[in-house]
């Protein structure tokens, strides 16, 4: 299990998040990240994240749009692995989410909680779209479908 915790106030993110609220107040974040974002979610980027990768029958993906329940989808996944006796403080010490670049997410390469689990199953989480994410009919894979109220 990995040692994830919450950013310190001070992190290796504190200047970024500086910018980004200055552009906020400036009215120009959104022009930033419609300029930006390409270079950083371009498809040859997204197709590095599981590069080498070869699914296996322990893996559950769980691919997601962001903020419509994807840590409440692995939470679900991590306690039917463990056959509801799962305990971790924060699901990201736990499930792999491999193009999260923060420090103390569990990588893909450690086989500790699988190996560890009653059911030998392991989350993944992602946002990745399904033609960057390595198919074999041995995983599961779970998308959350997500219906706003109005």
Not at 57 to 83: C, R
């Amino acid at each position: 299990m990995s040692k994830f915790r919450n950013p310190p106030f001070l992190s290796r993110f504190t200047p970024l998040l500086m910018v980004i609220s200055g552009l906020k107040r400036l009215g120009i974040a959104r022009q930033f990240f419609e300029f930006i974002s390409p270079r950083f979610f371009s498809d040859e980027i997204k197709a590095k994240v599981f590069e080498g990768v070869e699914p296996n029958a322990h893996d559950v993906f769980s691919g997601t749009y962001a903020k419509s329940g994807t840590n409440w989808s692995l939470q679900a996944i991590e306690q039917i692995a463990w056959l509801g006796d799962a305990e971790f403080e924060h699901i990201h010490s736990v499930a792999a989410w491999p193009e999260a670049p923060f420090d103390g997410i569990i990588s893909l390469k450690d086989d500790s909680r699988y190996k560890a689990s009653p059911t030998g199953l392991r989350a993944i989480k992602t946002h990745i779209k399904a033609d960057h994410i390595p198919y074999s009919e041995k995983a599961t894979y779970k998308g959350n479908l997500y219906r706003g109220r109005s």
